[in-house]
């Protein structure tokens, strides 16, 4: 086993760089975007955190790379199983590292996921403050009054409306009906 070089490092293997002060709601919000379909958790819930957006975007484009995955298992079930315990691990390893609280930049996947526009892909649905707008202000139904006052001041209108006087009941009878006449008028 050769001895590593001193300040030479991979440029394959992203080197994770720890993340003080992340909130455990980003971390575990981030960690459970990785489980496919549940990106969209951290994009939309924590719009302005740049770790949830980061881990968000990354898992959008594993979740992608895993339905392309379990087609390939479909056709082909040698390379295809091979393919799926890769996602499998690199669900795994996103999730630990969401978590873990580290900015962790998969690589490929990370570039890809930066050049991802959240806010067109997720239009109206973010719970992002509404842009302030002046309330509404209530119109006045002015044109209704001065229509049903011309309406109710009208001769016409008047000699037409009556008004039926209020029929009186007691506990144990029925009031009359209306195509019976009323002795009483």
């Known amino acids: 086993v050769a001895a590593p070089v001193s300040g030479v490092q991979n440029p394959l293997v ?8 992340i909130p455990s709601d980003e971390r575990m919000l981030s960690a459970l975007g990785y489980i496919p379909m549940l990106f969209v958790g951290p994009l939309i819930m924590k719009p302005r955190s740049k770790f949830c957006q980061m881990h968000g975007k990354q ?20 390379i295809g199983s091979l393919l799926f315990l890769g996602m499998i691990g690199t669900v795994t390893l996103g999730m630990y590292q969401a978590y873990s609280g580290v ?14 526009d959240v806010d067109s892909l997720f239009a109206g ?19 209704l009054e001065s ?5 109710a001041t009208s001769p016409e209108m008047s000699s ?3 008004v039926a006087p209020p029929v009186e009941t007691t506990p144990n009878s029925t ?9 009483q008028t």
Request: positive net charge; charged residues 10%; proline residues 17%.
């Open 14 to 21: 992203a080197s994770p760089q720890p993340v003080s002060g």
């Open 59 to 78: 898992a959008m484009i594993v979740t992608i790379l895993s339905f392309f995955t379990l087609f390939m298992l479909a056709l082909m079930p040698a």
């Open 103 to 116: 900015e962790w930049k998969m690589p490929i996947v990370y570039d890809i996921a930066m050049k991802v």
């Open 125 to 143: 649905t973010s719970v992002k403050p509404a842009a302030t707008t002046p309330p509404a202000t209530p119109v006045a139904p002015t044109v």
């Open 147 to 151: 229509t049903e006052k011309s309406q």
């Open 160 to 162: 037409s409306v009556s």
């Open 175 to 183: 009031p009359p009906s209306s195509s019976t006449p009323n002795p």
